[in-house]
């Protein structure tokens, strides 16, 4: 049994209580595959497994990596490449190797690097409203047909509404996903096949179209999902710190304190992390400055949980995680599907 | 001799030419031990060697790992830890294996970590602005008393002006230089040793009151230091992509293209990222979203160099770096510097 004081700091910590209550309370909101969990939010298998043990054992993926890494860890039943690549050999590798693998196709020429890649099961991706990938609804037929006239399966249609997750009304986000599921529905008529795939933690909800949902986040959370007000998940994930060094308060100028957690620990697209009890004034390579609401309540050589804003990439930036039941390290789980 | 079009994407650059220029310059600006560069910006030993081999062989670094690295690569010669650290007894080690490690301290606690980790050498940490470390510039002296009455050497001052670095005026970035170094020569006066260690990328020209300079962006640059205009280094780094989906131009609506660089190969602190001929429109996990100047120039499988704004936290997601001469790999190097 590790103290937390123990860890070397920054430090990934999951706790333990929160995330089996995020997992518990998708797995009753979408039990079984009506989930299909985006390990691109946690890139770590020993976490996958823990959704899998929950019944939620298709998973997406947004790299070769994250599926390879999956398929070697035996939690390849079914994994969902929702993103575009040219060179498929690794992939149809994977498949060679008996690991169930499908790709999204939105274009002739990434239909072509499926076959030539060894792969032989595709979803149309479909653009819903997101300026991204997938192709236009009207198109997706046409791929369809084409995949399939090339020897590929086509298993459905998928189409990411990502500009409909942190809309903060509950009503207007709906009413958003509704209208990009008409478009991926129009879509699946002309496609066929079994999956309407879709979604987000912003989403699942709401979105009563898809017959699957691709959310991630939930399972360790992020301060930007948290201020949507209907999300039930806690945050289950923060950065530890060690205080390094503090500035008394003098006159007309509030004393502050320094983390060692930084640009080099944290997912930074979203804006600052939180420190709770204190208000975070920026962030450096390694340190964060804030102003504790009581600055005799902080001490150097404190630790300090960091919740950061974005979880995706703040896990790539971490080898391990310790997940923990208050202070106590209880299991640390490699971070093992990082890079490309 | 590999081609840019067989790496797997995305992948960090390294342009030989603008690279070599920008060390070539900042050895002529400050020959020698007036530049400690600093690895944090690089973390990457192959990269700090060819610095060494220029006549800049004291480093500065920000993380233990960072020192442990260098000197494991043979680089331990003389390095700085410009960061406040509690638990040093991985320095001690170092130390005792014939590096030399000199650590910043600003507190009476951070001395005793020093003395009960092993490390015999230190510089006073300064506030001379910043809100971060940094003990105030009068209660210098008494903890360089301090750190010699507890048996260690005290070889100067440092203190980092980090809030003058992106002035764009040159004239206004110089005033604010002189007021934070007023404030590290007179803490200095108190400190004694021959170190007055300060400055960075952004203010290397200006400052000419400290005797050394801890820049490192320099050699890499990014787009955030590129909008200073007096600095004359060019980018050298950019972040290799593949366009992997495409959407035309339709009645009101401007065509735009798809790249596998996101927020997982992107330092994002400083903003999007910048792709020349082209508007970049914002970024997700694995991809980056832009509209090119002529929509027909870009084609899916065309490879797309991406301008981090920040390089320090870019460096850190990607496990290594290719060094290019054009569209050929000449060098690979390993960013081995990385964790904590």
Redesign the interface.
Same mark, same amino acid.
């Given at each position: 049994m590790t103290d937390i004081r123990e860890l070397? $700091? *920054?430090a990934l910590l999951v706790d333990r209580s929160v995330f089996d209550s995020n997992l518990q309370l998708m797995s009753q909101a979408h039990p079984g595959h009506r989930l299909r969990p985006h390990v691109?939010a946690h890139k770590t298998t020993e976490l996958a497994r823990r959704q899998a043990a929950l019944g939620h054992d298709t998973f997406t993926c947004?790299?070769i990596r994250e599926v390879e890494g999956m398929a070697a860890a035996g939690l390849g039943n079914d994994l969902l490449l929702a993103?575009? &690549? =040219? +060179?498929m050999r690794r992939l149809g590798q994977l498949v060679e190797s008996g690991a169930r693998v499908t790709v999204a196709v939105? /274009?002739d &020429?990434?239909v072509e690097a499926a076959v030539a890649g060894g792969v032989r099961e595709v979803v149309v991706d479909v653009?819903v409203g997101l *300026?991204?990938?997938?192709c236009?609804p009207e198109d997706a037929g046409r791929l369809a047909d084409l995949a399939r006239s090339r020897g590929l399966a086509v298993r459905g249609v998928m189409g990411y509404e990502?500009h409909a997750m942190v809309i903060t009304d509950l009503d207007e986000r709906r009413k958003v996903v509704e209208e990009c599921m008409t478009k991926l529905l129009t879509a699946h008529a002309d496609v066929g096949g079994d999956i309407v795939s879709a979604g987000g933690t912003g989403t699942y909800t709401v979105n009563t179209w898809a017959n699957e949902i691709q959310a991630g986040s939930y399972a360790l959370m992020d301060t930007a999902y948290a201020a949507l007000p209907d999300l039930p998940f806690g945050h289950a994930l923060s950065v530890l710190g $060690?205080v390094? /060094? $503090? $500035?008394a308060p003098t006159a007309g100028i509030p004393g @502050?304190a320094?983390a +060692?957690v930084g =640009?080099?620990s944290l %997912?930074? +697209?979203h804006g600052n992390p939180t420190i709770p009890g204190g208000a975070v @004034?920026f962030? /450096?390579? #390694?340190?964060t400055?804030w102003q504790p609401e009581e600055f005799s309540d902080v001490s150097? %050589?404190d630790r300090v949980r960091v919740l950061p804003a974005?979880v +995706? *990439?703040t896990v790539? =930036?971490h #080898?391990q995680m310790y997940v923990v039941d208050g202070d106590t390290v209880v299991d640390e789980w490699a971070v093992d599907l990082r %890079?490309?």
């Open positions: 070397q $700091t *920054p691109k947004a790299t993103n575009e &690549v =040219l +060179d939105d /274009s &020429v990434i653009n *300026p991204r990938c997938g236009a990502g $060690t390094i /060094s $503090t $500035t @502050w320094v +060692d =640009l080099k %997912g930074m +697209d @004034w962030c /450096s390579d #390694e340190h400055t150097i %050589g974005h +995706d *990439p790539a =930036l #080898e %890079g490309w």
